[in-house]
């Protein structure tokens, strides 16, 4: 392949880089507004670990809310998660305790949550690597959003997360709009405040968990599009993949491994609501997806300087 | 207003353009992610009389599968339509009959329904201006959209139709692409079709029908933006026109009165789902929205040749 000296520069030459390259190349034969490409969040667009950032901008919110009502306390779920207690939280379970932290948001309006989320995230530091969430990105995935809008696709970001948060977030970190973002979607209320309307948030949601097959269905009823590329670290990406990667014509699932303890991380992706007892290399393996070793296909993993 | 005279070439000179163009210079203060238009589409950016384009495309696949199963005239709802029946049709609600309509799809993947959409709107002819359905929008909204994209806005359809209709041909028609349209939204189930998973259409909604007020719920659940600008011609859209016009800052709820009746039509803009005692003027004066005048301030209605 040649002239592709300047394309995807933090990844490594190697097989993977040349098969990124070559769907690229064969994604031009693909008619304009069938090129869709969907990126899972957590673990795929930036780090998911020691903790998702979304559950760190909750747990703040909580110790703040806790240092105004001590009261707080009482409640298991805040308990469990002020005092750090990994076991009682799955105990009660991750979603009950999501929506006890929901409820801590509940009644405040969509723009005040997203410049709370705007404000922790490119403020708040990651526990391990001291810089700010917002910096946990991973580069090379920013040159490939940014080489598949040079060629013409439409970019989306399909996370298990919270819908509101990642779109408060996703414009900056990765040229993404609201209207991109497929999760899991919290309930409003109409209400009026000084004779005007607006929306607040409550503390159900209005879709399921946006894990595993959800993941599809929400990408019809969100973006109505069909994807030809799907990227993922997780279990609860599989779904997506296949459906991506499962087309005729040119298309292609990616698996992001994270295999690399000195920079990043090293564990296997798991999806917090979506069961599953094959690894993430077993159904590359059978699926002829690509995987993506963190460790030797990225010269870089997050942004210089 | 200096300069302006490329500017919306169909619109007359007056009070109502230079309303328009007023707001569109003020608009350049906002910051450019909260630029953000929403358009209504039956009655707004296209002919809905005397059948709206999504139930004469419907009725079309009723005749073609009647005719193919002579049994399906059996069935009430079908027997109203087939025999153009409109009090039955009315007896019966339109939510039952768009629904029993809905089920001539079921099992129908995406893409297929929507391919069948575009051939429909592109070939088959509206029944009195004797063009084909696609060529009845609107000149006049399609500059002013062209317009409002050239000065950074995010521009969505927001329909009280059904999602996958119009998401069909609202790329070709108006720019916006599939994931820029809002509507009532049909449910889908996931399948397995040679091996390959595929979502099928089901015959249920997903969302309630989106009128009124569920507009501005469904606009922050599936766009995650709130506009400044929201253009409407029914009861249906009044909801949304308030929320947009009374934000602080510029903003402008616009309503498209059908006072033409020698070159389009003339009615009072209703909402099929939604109730009201009010008219679009009084509403209007109340909260200050331009009204538009297709008689007065067009100069043109459809497009040329």
Redesign the interface.
């Known amino acids: 392949m040649s002239g592709d000296h300047g394309l995807l520069p933090s990844w490594r030459p190697g097989p993977t880089r040349e098969r990124l390259l070559s769907f690229l190349d064969a994604s031009g034969r693909v008619p304009a507004?069938q090129r869709v490409a969907v990126f899972d969040n957590d673990g795929t667009l930036w780090c998911e670990r020691p903790i998702y950032a979304q559950l760190a901008f909750f747990m703040d919110a909580l110790r703040s809310a806790a240092a105004d009502d001590p009261r707080l306390a009482d409640r298991p779920e805040y308990a469990a998660l002020l005092d750090g207690d990994h076991q009682a939280v799955a105990a009660l379970g991750l979603g009950r305790v999501a929506l006890a932290l929901a409820e801590l948001f509940a009644g405040v309006e969509?723009?005040e949550f997203a410049d709370r989320c705007r404000r922790f995230v490119s403020g708040a530091h990651h526990p391990t690597l001291g810089v700010p969430f917002a910096r946990t990105v991973y580069q090379p995935m920013l040159e490939l959003l940014a080489e598949l809008r040079a060629r013409g696709f439409?970019t989306?970001v399909v996370t298990g997360g919270g819908?509101?948060f990642v779109?408060a977030v996703s414009?900056d970190l990765y040229g993404v709009?609201?209207?991109?973002?497929v999760g899991t979607?919290i309930g409003?209320e109409?209400a009026r405040r000084d004779g005007?309307?607006v929306?607040v948030r409550t503390a159900e949601l209005?879709t399921e968990a946006n894990e595993g097959?959800a993941k599809?269905?929400h990408i019809?009823?969100?973006?109505?599009?069909?994807p030809i590329l799907a990227v993922g670290n997780s279990a609860g990406d599989w779904?997506m993949l296949?459906?991506a990667s499962?087309l005729p014509g040119p298309s292609l699932g990616v698996l992001v491994d994270h295999d690399d303890p000195d920079r990043e991380f090293a564990y296997e992706g798991a999806a917090s609501t979506f069961e599953t007892e094959r690894t993430g290399r077993e159904m590359a393996d059978r699926h002829g997806w690509l995987v993506v070793s963190m460790q030797r296909d990225w010269a870089q993993i997050f942004p210089s300087g």
Request: charged letters at 25%.
């Open positions: 507004d969509p723009a439409a989306f819908t509101e779109r414009l709009p609201p209207e991109g973002v979607l409003y109409l005007r309307p929306l209005q097959p599809i269905e019809q009823a969100f973006l109505g599009r069909r779904a296949e459906y499962s």
